[in-house]
């Protein structure tokens, strides 16, 4: 796992200089503290020859230097680089070139089957000096092009320089797994794996985007392409970009085949095209295949591997198949919290046992006051998803014993394991009701009847869910998942900042990610909305940064294209009953879980937020959202966010989420936009 950043440039743009683009890789040290390297295909007379770089080689020859008498610049790249070693430890030093020096690369993540594709590759004739996966990649380049894409297996975002193309070539990996922002200035293209690294480039513009405000408000994150401030983006998950001539142009190059129509021939598994004449017993133990062989894939590496294992079905089911492929306990890793609703340590210690793997439990007590300015610095961007604070606790644990950690992420979104798909199957059927009656059931009387203010409590739940059994099901499904609703957000904005947003509409990002499974059931259509939004931009982006934050590499199995290919495919009777989901994942995997993870409830891996803003964040409450600082920003009405949080003090209502959301904005304005931080994070009060 590693950290890119550079350039790409026409004949009549800006090369960064060296100072420049040791700035964009430092500040990516914590991707990747064990090595570093540079290149340019035309070097700055400024700049050694080797530019940091052991494996660099001269610019293609009979290029004059680009500051000599008479000379005529052309277009080129600069490549940047930091190192976290996994695979091929002593020998797979980057940037790295083909055979030649005519195709260069960065290159951040994992493929692997890299081991099957290249001998594939050695028999067409390419020559290979490392045993590093990062080397197929350009060899794929070089004899299938922008097709390679098709044939990796893992997670990736990485640059290709093609010096006789005069071509960059980004990607990203179909899930969204490791992150690529970029910016496109006249005749120059930025790209880096973390904002920050855009922000060193000098005089890189930091200007708040008010709709990305709207978003973040009404998700808790900055949806692809998306950037909060103006002119940055990210590129999206399955795409690839290229960059010729000074045009960028963006392709999309998979999709989750959730439609009945999708082409056989697409798939990546050829055993999926006969899947409409399975029996229930065949996908079982196909998925079983599936999912050992992802596992098996992700074990390899050339430093120390282990599991995170919080005692849910998911992280259970992938370190039970990591054991049964190892002839030696594995490694596994938990936190609890000393708060027993939030303590999941008693499932984990369970399925250690279970399993027998080489358990490492530990105890922490949580503090935002502590963690919110690093969640802050290394998020980039507003996020708001609090279940960040103990991932980043966990990640900090696991890498004192491991690099390499396999998590459970994605089992709930490729099998229907959050509650509300529960909610939306019966809302589903409620909307074969009368209009009238499910008007009554959506009245707004039924909302002032007395209910517990926590959070998860029933009445609070089921009073949500009444109240948008009248809207269509996309934006009744928004209305349940969203932060603030959209009419709690006009509420919210100041007039001034309202008008910025003109008739912008947040909802749209959900709509279009609806729109990739239009055939199916509303249940799967609502599965694979999240598994293109939710997935990628909260739960993805929120483990890689928090483990990246302490330079340990997270690994998902549930997330090969392979497994999410065959989730797309499956019936939704096989994921969900009227009772519970991730059924198939409970009947397949029955002899790795024991019978308490089997029959316990989901619970959110989250902190206890509602209590802290009454006591110890209290003080830190006010001084961020109540101060001169924050009403002068002009972005929310004073007295809106006094209600609220004075609402929340009295108990009236646990608007804990929205106030964390609100805190996490107006922190992040102070630590880029005030203070313009480029270094390191700091809470400003």
């Known amino acids: 796992m590693c950290g890119i950043a550079g350039a790409a440039w026409t004949s009549r743009g800006l090369p960064p200089d060296e100072p420049t683009l040791r700035r964009m890789t430092d500040v990516l040290r914590h991707r990747g503290p064990d090595d570093e390297g540079f290149w340019w295909s035309d070097r700055p007379a400024s700049l050694p020859a080797s530019a940091g770089a052991p494996s660099a080689v001269p610019s293609p020859a009979g290029r004059p230097a680009p500051d000599s008498p008479g000379s005529t610049r052309s277009s080129g790249a600069a490549l940047g680089f930091r190192r976290l070693s996994i695979i091929d430890v002593a020998g797979g030093h980057q940037p790295l070139a083909n055979e030649d020096g005519s195709v260069w690369i960065v290159f951040n993540g994992e493929i692997y089957n890299y081991r099957e594709l290249r001998p594939e590759l050695e028999a067409r004739g390419h020559r290979f000096r490392t045993r590093s996966d990062t080397e197929v990649i350009v060899h794929a380049y070089e004899e299938w092009g922008v097709d390679a894409l098709r044939r990796f297996r893992g997670m990736f975002a990485f640059a290709v320089w093609d010096d006789r193309r005069q071509r960059l070539w980004l990607a990203r990996d179909r899930l969204g797994q490791k992150p690529l922002f970029y910016r496109q200035e006249p005749e120059r293209l930025l790209f880096a794996s973390e904002l920050k690294a855009l922000l060193q480039v000098p005089q890189a513009p930091r200007e708040l985007d008010p709709e990305a405000v709207d978003l973040f408000l009404t998700y808790q994150y900055v949806p692809h392409p998306r950037c909060i401030l103006k002119g940055y983006h990210k590129l999206p998950p ?21 439609e009945a129509d999708t082409d056989p021939a697409g798939f990546a598994d050829p055993a ?22 992802s596992v098996r894939l992700r074990m390899r590496s050339d430093v120390p591997i282990g599991a995170f294992l919080s005692g849910g079905i998911d992280s259970t089911i992938i370190s039970g198949l990591m054991q049964s492929l190892s002839d030696r306990p594995i490694h596994t ?22 399993l027998g793997t080489e358990h490492h439990e530990y105890v922490v007590q949580p503090s935002a006051l502590d963690m919110l300015p690093q969640i802050i610095w290394q998020y980039d961007e507003p996020f708001g998803d609090s279940s960040a604070i103990p991932t980043m606790y966990l990640s900090k644990v696991t890498r004192q014993v491991v690099t390499v950690a396999l998590s459970g992420d994605g089992g709930d979104e490729l099998f229907g394991g959050y509650e509300r798909y ?19 059931c959506a009245h707004p009387l039924w909302q002032k009847l007395p209910t517990s203010t926590e959070q998860r409590a029933l009445g609070r739940r089921l009073k949500r869910f009444v109240a948008a059994l009248g809207q269509p099901p996309e934006l009744r499904y928004l209305r349940w998942i969203g932060i603030f609703d959209a009419e709690l957000r006009r509420e919210l904005y100041t007039p001034e ?21 239009p055939g199916r059931d509303f249940v799967t259509r609502t599965m694979a909305a999240d598994v293109h939004s939710y997935l990628p931009c909260d739960i993805l982006t929120k483990v890689d940064i928090a483990s990246m934050t302490y330079s340990l590499e997270a690994r998902s199995p549930f997330l090969d294209h392979h497994v999410a290919e065959l989730a797309a495919r499956m019936p939704l009777h096989l994921k969900q009953n009227r009772r519970r989901g991730k059924l198939i994942l409970l009947e397949t995997f029955r002899d790795l879980l024991p019978e308490s993870i089997q029959n316990r409830g989901k619970m959110g891996f989250g902190v206890p937020l509602d209590h802290w803003f009454r006591a110890e964040l209290n003080p830190l409450l006010h001084d961020t959202l109540l101060d001169d600082t ?10 809106v966010t006094a209600r609220l949080v004075a609402e929340h003090e009295s108990r009236r209502w646990d608007h804990s989420y929205r106030l964390w959301n609100l805190v996490c904005l107006e922190q992040w304005c102070r630590m880029f936009l005030d203070r313009r931080a480029t270094h390191g994070p700091e809470l400003v009060r």
């Open 238 to 258: 399955a795409h690839y970009a290229l960059y010729e001539e000074g045009r960028l142009t963006l392709h999309r190059y998979w999709h989750a085949p959730y």
């Open 272 to 293: 999926l095209a006969d899947c409409r004449r399975w029996s229930d017993d065949q996908w079982r133990e196909q998925l079983r295949r599936t999912l050992t062989d």
């Open 333 to 354: 890793f938990s936190i609890g919290f000393p708060i027993e609703s939030f303590d999941e340590r008693r499932y984990g210690r369970d399925a250690a046992q279970r």
């Open 422 to 440: 529960q909610a939306v199957r019966l809302a589903s059927r409620l909307d074969r009701l009368p209009r009238l009656v499910r008007r009554l």
């Open 497 to 517: 900042f309202r008008s910025t947003l003109g008739e912008f509409d947040s909802g749209s990002f959900l709509g279009e990610a609806y729109s990739h499974a």
């Open 630 to 639: 924050a009403r002068q920003r002009g972005l929310l009405a004073p007295e």
